[in-house]
């Protein structure tokens, strides 16, 4: 099998498997997962799951402190506990879990970790210049340090795709190390490969390798500001790169789709996936996460249509 | 309010149990007893012998049907003799296709009651029937009512003419698509036919029937008898019957190719497998298991082109065994009417009890065997999938068309021992080449005598593409135009 070299940067070599993926078998294997029927309990369990993996997204340029404490309470509760007293069988609903991170820009790190402090729910700060990492390698790390002594438990960072498509391995390597020392034990790492810009599933096997190898303890689809963000096909190939390196390893990597999931039939075919292709101790928000804007609310929808046999109104639910 | 939480705040795993998701039996209305269907009526055997039609998932009673003996198989070929002299060799092709168009349509509208009634009578999963034979079954007849108003087109500067009235027999692995392959090309071809489909699944075909009538196709142009061995002997021994196309063993084509040969009829046969899946250390790995899979597992492993030699490179077999067993686990086995199943029942009690007693005997002969360890409903025809490796090609599993989901495992170091060893069986159906070289796959595949050569793909069918066998898998080819020509004469 061909491999790839790379110095680790205090002594030692290590190779990175470069291996063909076949990329109509790939597509097809992951519309297989879409025919799956999850239905009754099997479904309100994923819905709820669903919820808990959530990192609740807000990276917009117009983001206000507002509409920041807004997010980081609706993240703490999704929904009021006796909201539902009111509707048929309320007993029956089921206890709406938090979701398991808010993710933001690096200025608005400070603002979030007050309100999420003590709340369980972690705080992921999109860094190294997110979303293009076209700045100085400096300035990058500077930016991680800052998200990181201002409270983020999470830094989501962009690989180097200009380094990466040119063949420069190495140096994309060396900067997610870097990231990496400064994360140390007080912030998880998310590696987003920005798969939209790598296009090939050759390459997209490549880098979740190379990032899992640096150091990653996720591996994470797209920043969102790319089309096209998370596809089935795409997440298949990072699922099966993180199977093969826990095979390897005896590492457990998480994995985050990030971008254009939108709706509860979509998130549970990726649970389905997750299920199938890596098992039951990847479906937990320790594991696997949705970066996601838009999904909880039809979470909370469908939750409804389940309990209550009626579609709730899209009112029901403050935005997010 | 205490309320039931579906998931434990940090806890490490969680398991996702699939809750049944069955497909509902109501779109189909079983009649008590099936009968024959004749000059475009429905009726009973002469002697109204029935059989029994038994649901595989549950080993229970589905319906009755008619058995037809000799008497019926007179009345049917005469209707159709009727048919082809006064209607349908008369009618302009263009007429003979729009009928061909309608089945197909209708059978698009219908398909959901095609789907369920197909799973219910052989045992394959509801999202095989949904997804694979019923569409594939409307795209034929489609594909071949194109070719009806151009059939002097099939062979370049002669004429072409029909032959008359065509016998048919087909399988059980997939009763509807089958009964679709022989059809159409024929009709097309301006040929009246007489169908027996097999024993164990003759409903898909009795409703298709119903499907010529809805497409009011002139009474006699297609019947069906229904019953065992003896009415397809009945078929093959009457004098009127200009050609036989039958699919099924290569034991049973044998015996049809020589009562053929002795009374001057035309005979196509499509008969066993063993087929050699070839995996090099270059392929796309997670990909090529998904084809090994598919090649074998599907449809419970009764496909006669199914990939059940896998030949793997020596230096990834660890590797590809490894990733097998865990996906093999991970195939859902149980009741066909649930959309979440993937491996469904085998088709017959007598299917069930022959797959048995080969493993059985297979693994006598030493090796290492590996089956599934998901559970199996506790009644009905149920196998596990499993494989078979550390045995040779002189071995029971590697010889034996075993007609199940049962896959044996030999490795190889060098093309030239893949090709030696694909080619060492007295089939010929099918082969699967994986690897990401396109060079090596064209070296590879003019070397292998099959008829069908599937890269980087396995099991992967269109009604334009030519199937069948070198060898012990037949004779002639089902599909596009080369489908077409057995039910032709050329004039010069």
Known sequence: MPTIGLKIPHGGKVSIPYYPIDMVNVEERAKSFTTRSIKNAAKLEALCLAISMTDLTTLEGADTPGKITQLCHKAIQPMPESYVLGFKNAADFPAIPHVAAVCVYPAMVPLAAEILQGSGVELAAVSTAFPSGQLDFALKLKDVKKCVQGGATEIDMVINRGAFLSGRYQKVFDEIIAVKDICGERAHLKVILETGELITYDKIRLASWLAMQAGADFIKTSTGKIQPAATMPVTLVMLQAIWDYYCETGKMIGMKPAGGIKTSKQAIHYLVMVNEILGAEWLTPKMFRFGASSLLNDLLRQIFKQITGQYANDELFSVD | ?492
């Open chain 2, 1 to 492: 309010m205490t309320r039931k939480k579906m998931i434990k705040k940090g806890s490490s795993s969680s398991t996702f149990t699939y809750a049944p998701a069955l497909e509902s039996s109501a779109l189909v209305k079983l009649k008590k007893g099936h009968q024959l269907f004749i000059n475009g009526r429905f009726v009973p055997a002469a002697d109204h012998t029935t059989m029994n039609s038994i649901n595989p998932a549950t080993g229970k009673l589905l319906t009755k049907f008619s058995v037809a003996k000799k008497r019926d198989a007179d009345k049917a070929v005469q209707a159709a003799t009727k048919a082809y002299h006064n209607v349908w060799s008369k009618m302009p092709g263009i007429e003979r296709g729009k009928y061909l168009f309608r089945i197909s349509r209708i059978l698009q509208i219908r398909a959901k009651e095609f789907a369920v009634l197909e799973s219910l009578d052989s045992g394959k999963p509801i999202k095989e029937s949904r997804d694979f034979d019923i569409p594939l079954a409307a795209a034929h007849f489609f594909y071949y009512a194109g070719w009806a108003d151009k059939l002097n087109y099939c062979v370049p500067g002669q004429q072409v003419s029909s032959l008359g009235v065509v016998g048919q027999i087909i399988p059980w692995n997939f009763p509807l698509l089958m009964a679709a392959w022989k059809i159409a090309p024929a009709l097309a071809a301006g040929n009246c036919v007489v169908l027996k489909p097999a024993e164990t699944t003759p409903l898909t075909a009795l409703l298709l029937a119903e499907v010529c009538q809805e497409a009011e196709l002139p009474p006699g142009v297609v019947n069906i008898i229904t019953g065992p061995a003896t009415t397809g002997q009945a078929l093959v021994n009457h004098p009127a019957i200009k050609k036989i196309a039958f699919t099924g063993s290569t034991e049973v084509g044998k015996l049809i190719a020589k009562t053929c040969a002795e009374q001057g009829k035309l005979v196509t046969l499509e008969l066993g497998g063993k087929s050699a899946n070839i995996v090099f250390e270059d392929a796309a790995i997670d990909q090529a298991i998904e084809g090994i899979v598919n090649g074998i597992y599907f449809n419970q492993g009764q496909v006669c082109c199914a990939g059940s030699r896998l030949l793997v490179e020596e230096s990834i077999q660890e590797t590809i065994i490894k990733k097998l067993k865990r996906r093999i686990n991970t195939l859902r086995i149980g009741d066909p009417m649930d959309k979440n199943t993937d491996i469904g029942a085998i088709n017959s009690a007598e299917q069930f009890q022959k797959i048995k007693k080969l493993v059985k005997a297979g693994k006598a002969e030493g090796g290492y065997f590996y089956e599934s360890t998901s559970p199996l409903p506790s009644v009905g025809f149920f196998h596990r999938p499993c494989f078979i490796s550390q045995q040779s090609s002189a071995n029971l599993l590697n010889r034996v068309e075993v007609f199940g989901p049962v896959l044996s495992i030999q490795s190889f170091r060098t093309p030239d021992e893949a090709i030696a060893k694909a080619n060492d069986t007295p089939y010929g159906l099918a082969a699967g080449i994986w690897s990401d070289k396109g060079s090596k796959i064209q070296h590879i595949a003019q070397a292998l005598k099959a008829g069908v050569i599937w890269a980087n793909t396995y099991n992967k069918f269109d009604p334009a593409a030519p199937f069948g066998g070198y060898k012990e898998s037949g004779i002639g080819r089902e599909g596009g135009l080369h489908g077409l020509l057995p039910y032709l004469e050329i004039k010069s």
